[in-house]
């Protein structure tokens, strides 16, 4: 199984509806994000918890929500989804202790909002 | 945290060592160079990072120079799989993200 697993890999759905992307790890790490990547650019962070009471703002977060259900849980929200958030959605993870060894990815979502 | 400026493209010749530079002429005493890469779509994967001293690992080697305002991420002899885009990113230690910019798209021919 994948250390950090991102469901569902593909959604299709329509403008204004609510959709939630769905992130779990088996890393232990306490620290998970979510990231955008739209076509030909780098990735853009959303949102990013330090632990299950902590939720931080990225830098692209309206539009947004979050909910860190326990610490190895970390799901995103779409509350009215509208077609400039077709994109390439990660969740990833890190340690927070002195043995850092850099972020661990998921293999994404792909979503497309018609 | 600290820019980076990296070439948007790159070709390597397979089993040749593959040399991607990145400028980072801000950055500050407490921040470290990360490397990541990402291979088509698939979530970036981590490669390496440093302060001042150079390292290597299993996948590759940094090389950062000795005012800091500059590395270069060596893969030694490249394969067709090190196709992928190449991402510097520099922060501070154990900070809370990692800002991507658009990274250097390296292909491997053989």
């Known amino acids: 199984d994948a250390d950090v697993t991102q469901t569902p890999r593909n959604r299709i759905t329509k403008t204004g509806k609510r959709i939630m992307l769905e992130c779990s790890q088996t890393k232990g790490h306490d620290r998970m994000y979510w990231y955008r990547q739209d076509p030909g650019l780098g990735l853009r962070l959303i949102y990013y918890s330090f632990d299950v009471k902590d939720i931080n703002k990225g830098e692209i977060s309206d539009g947004y929500s979050v909910s860190r259900q326990a610490q190895a849980k970390f799901s995103l929200s779409l509350e009215s989804a509208i077609p400039n958030q077709t994109a390439l959605y990660f969740c990833a993870t890190s340690d927070s202790g002195t043995a850092f060894g850099g972020y661990t990815f998921g293999s994404g979502t792909r979503l497309t909002v018609v | 945290d600290a820019k980076t400026t990296q070439p948007p493209s790159m070709d390597c010749a397979e089993g040749r060592a593959a040399n991607l530079p990145c400028n980072h002429s801000?950055?500050?005493?407490?921040?470290?160079v990360y490397w990541y890469r990402q291979i088509h779509s698939q979530g970036p994967q981590y490669i390496i990072h440093g302060l001042k001293n150079n390292e290597t690992n299993e996948m590759a080697s940094l090389i950062i120079t000795e005012d800091r305002k500059s590395s270069t991420l060596i893969l030694p002899h490249a394969t067709l799989r090190d196709t992928a885009v190449y991402y510097c990113i520099v922060r501070v230690y154990n900070t809370d993200k990692l800002i991507f910019g658009t990274g250097t798209r390296l292909q491997v021919f053989p």
């Open positions: 801000t950055i500050s005493g407490n921040e470290y």
